[in-house]
């Protein structure tokens, strides 16, 4: 059987950011502050932070 992916799932030429520009932006950018500069409030949750998605109108945040 061949399974034949098309639409948002078919990406193999899709655009990549190459790896080394990503392990750069990493180390450069606290996402944090860049969620936080987004105007997404971050709270506590053990030893992570969590928020509510941007994305949705949600209620609880999520990890």
Avoid at 12 to 29: G, H, N, S, T, V
């Amino acid at each position: 059987m061949k399974i034949v992916l098309t639409g948002f799932w078919r990406t193999p030429e899709m655009a990549r950011i190459p790896d080394e520009q990503l392990d750069r932006l990493k180390q450069e950018i606290s996402v944090q502050r860049l969620a936080e500069g987004m105007g997404i409030s971050l709270k506590r949750h053990g030893a992570d932070l969590i928020g509510l998605c941007p994305f949705h109108d949600d209620l609880n945040p999520a990890w």
